[in-house]
């Protein structure tokens, strides 16, 4: 009893961060119908800053880290992005009203990464104190680029047995590309190499972080007004959409976590990392996922993976997500 007390304590008071309020802000200005709007340019560079932040963080610190900490967290970020699309592939692509091709779109989104959230997340662990390997986000091209692949793959196979080419050849690298040369996934990588090969702490202490939460507050406030929108556009397609983006980022985050423990037992991987890998993996891609799944899966219907996405799988893992794991894994390993 005093475990569930001390969890839904800690739970709630995650629920009153000023991230999480920007979110909820933008989605109450945008139903009441306000005509607020941010260019789009700005939400673009607002996300490029925090991901070459984030970069930038973990090149330092994976400079200075043991590579054998790394290996089984890497791993298991690769297991879960598969194992997502999988999961999608079998539950929500066989429910009524949902075509195959949407469904593993829809799969493939909720197993790639969102820079946002995890920027998210970042800065709700840094305002509760609680530590974390800085390496830790640079687990997210691990988990991304393999469901990515994926679903592309899986979706690439079924169309090829519906038209009779089922031995027609899936070629990998050109998906791997797409999702390197995406601006999401590239502004991590940028970041990381530059952490990891200069000496960046100047320009990252006087520039990147004093800017990371203010910027970040703006991002949710876009989010909160993006997912707000985006109902309108799920309301078109199968109502299993809803419950599949509402129950998904909460079970690919548990998944994660118990993995995580794992890690945690066998290699002394922080609380705070476990927090990160089951964030990640609750997630879903708002950036770099989306165009890659345009051009890997033409046949799909945008409206129901980003609005599956950006509607209600964005908004649970943010909102509910990440104060869930924050307050499970305080509990569980006193983080």
Request: proline letters at 6%; glycine letters at 12%; aromatic letters at 8%.
């Given at each position: 009893?005093?475990?569930?007390?001390?969890?839904?304590?800690?739970?709630?008071?995650?629920?009153?961060?000023?991230?999480?309020?920007?979110?909820?802000?933008?989605?109450?200005?945008?139903?009441?119908?306000?005509?607020?709007?941010?260019?789009?340019?700005?939400?673009?560079?607002?996300?490029?800053m925090l991901?070459?932040?984030?970069?930038?963080?973990?090149?330092?610190?994976?400079?200075?880290?043991?590579?054998?900490?790394?290996?089984?967290?890497?791993?298991?970020?690769?297991?879960?992005?598969?194992?997502?699309?999988?999961?999608?592939?079998?539950?929500?692509?066989?429910?009524?009203?949902?075509?195959?091709?949407?469904?593993?779109?829809?799969?493939?989104?909720?197993?790639?990464?969102?820079?946002?959230?995890?920027?998210?997340?970042?800065?709700?662990?840094?305002?509760?104190?609680?530590?974390?390997?800085?390496?830790?986000?640079?687990?997210?091209?691990?988990?991304?680029?393999?469901?990515?692949?994926?679903?592309?793959?899986?979706?690439?196979?079924?169309?090829?047995?519906?038209?009779?080419?089922?031995?027609?050849?899936?070629?990998?690298?050109?998906?791997?590309?797409?999702?390197?040369?995406?601006?999401?996934?590239?502004?991590?990588?940028?970041?990381?190499?530059?952490?990891?090969?200069?000496?960046?702490?100047?320009?990252?202490?006087?520039?990147?972080?004093?800017?990371?939460?203010?910027?970040?507050?703006?991002?949710?406030?876009?989010?909160?007004?993006?997912?707000?929108?985006?109902?309108?556009?799920?309301?078109?397609?199968?109502?299993?959409?809803?419950?599949?983006?509402?129950?998904?980022?909460?079970?690919?985050?548990f998944i994660?976590?118990?993995?995580?423990?794992?890690?945690?037992?066998?290699?002394?991987?922080?609380?705070?990392?476990?927090?990160?890998?089951?964030?990640?993996?609750?997630?879903?891609?708002?950036?770099?996922?989306?165009?890659?799944?345009?051009?890997?899966?033409?046949?799909?219907?945008?409206?129901a993976y980003?609005?599956?996405?950006?509607?209600?799988?964005?908004?649970?893992?943010?909102?509910?997500?990440?104060?869930?794991?924050?307050?499970?894994?305080?509990?569980?390993?006193?983080?």
């Open positions: 009893m005093d475990f569930l007390s001390d969890f839904l304590v800690r739970f709630l008071s995650q629920l009153q961060s000023p991230t999480l309020g920007f979110l909820i802000g933008g989605i109450v200005v945008a139903s009441l119908g306000s005509r607020l709007s941010i260019p789009d340019p700005v939400y673009k560079f607002i996300v490029f991901l070459m932040k984030v970069g930038l963080t973990g090149g330092q610190a994976i400079r200075d880290a043991d590579l054998g900490a790394i290996l089984l967290p890497a791993l298991f970020a690769v297991i879960i992005g598969i194992l997502i699309v999988f999961i999608g592939r079998y539950t929500l692509c066989l429910l009524p009203n949902v075509r195959t091709e949407d469904g593993i779109a829809t799969a493939g989104l909720f197993g790639a990464v969102s820079g946002s959230t995890l920027a998210a997340a970042l800065t709700l662990m840094d305002g509760q104190s609680m530590a974390y390997e800085p390496w830790a986000a640079a687990l997210y091209p691990f988990m991304d680029i393999p469901a990515l692949v994926t679903a592309i793959v899986l979706a690439s196979i079924h169309t090829g047995k519906r038209r009779g080419t089922a031995g027609k050849r899936v070629r990998i690298w050109p998906i791997v590309q797409e999702s390197l040369q995406g601006s999401a996934l590239s502004a991590l990588l940028l970041g990381l190499a530059l952490g990891l090969i200069t000496q960046p702490g100047a320009v990252y202490e006087s520039f990147y972080s004093p800017l990371f939460a203010g910027l970040l507050s703006v991002l949710m406030l876009i989010m909160g007004m993006e997912a707000a929108a985006r109902l309108k556009e799920l309301r078109k397609v199968a109502q299993w959409y809803a419950v599949y983006a509402f129950v998904a980022p909460l079970l690919h985050g994660a976590f118990g993995l995580g423990m794992i890690a945690h037992y066998a290699t002394g991987f922080s609380p705070g990392g476990v927090v990160l890998l089951a964030v990640i993996a609750a997630s879903s891609s708002d950036i770099s996922g989306p165009p890659t799944l345009r051009a890997g899966i033409p046949s799909a219907n945008p409206s980003i609005g599956s996405s950006t509607a209600i799988g964005t908004p649970v893992a943010i909102a509910l997500g990440i104060p869930l794991y924050i307050g499970l894994a305080q509990a569980l390993m006193g983080g």
